[in-house]
């Protein structure tokens, strides 16, 4: 064995070396790697999840609107869906309930959900239950009064969430929806892009859950192309409450829900 082939060698014993040491140190600390690290388990804890997503054989998606500032294309959205024949779904703020209680009505009126988005728009994972329970119960009286429904679907603000905020809201009977497509549409983009990011978005499939937002600035615009687009692909565009499974159900590491095994 000459000296290039002998350090080659050497090489190679470092490497797996390494590569065991790693191993053992992942599981002398007992992580649970998974991918996007939605996941992570130390000990006996684990993350809880929202629904990102649903498994299903039908080839439905949810498009959701965030509504927590303005009301100026609301009208133009509800017009819109009404063209295609389209139920949504809304999750609005207290602040946006009590500014717009009409918007409130018409959304209803119109049969989408209606959504729970947190009274402030806090981060939610920085507050304690007796906070969480708050931030959520006050935008359920405020509908309930408006409305007389009891709202059942919780979206936390910037999708920030920690195991207190999922156990708040399944205290309260709700159950904590996220979202698997961003439209990204509350930046300045224009209608194409925002149209591509949801249409060409490589999580895009059957029980996904879409990200819009009430007050993006090109939000309507882009709307009828989403629409068409997600159409001429299959797709049948329902509320995320005819899109979930509200009971036996299992999650997996990416916060998509399936049927519970028996």
Known sequence: MNLQEENAKIMSFIKVGIAVLSIIAIFGLGLNYVPNAITVTTG????????????????????????????????????????????????????????????????????????????????????????????????????????GIDMTLFRPPFGDYNNTLIDSVHSLGYHCIQWDVDSLDWKDYDAKTITNRILKDKHLGNGSIILMHNGGKHTLEALPSIIEGLQKEGYELVKISDLILTKDYEMDQEGRQHVAKP
């Not at 959701?64 to 609005?92: H, I, P, R």
């Open 44 to 147: 006996s804890t684990e993350k809880k999840l929202p629904i990102y997503c649903v498994d299903t054989d039908k080839k439905q998606v949810a498009i959701s609107f965030d509504a927590a500032w303005g009301n100026e294309q609301t009208s133009g959205l509800l017009d819109c869906l009404k063209k295609y024949n389209v139920k949504a779904t809304f999750f609005m703020t207290g602040g946006w309930i009590e500014k717009y209680p009409e918007d409130v009505k018409n959304i209803y009126a119109a049969g989408h959900d209606l959504g729970n988005h947190s009274e402030n728009h806090k981060q939610m994972s920085k507050l304690s239950s007796s906070q969480c329970t708050s931030e959520i119960t006050s935008p359920h009286t405020k509908v309930k009064e408006l409305t």
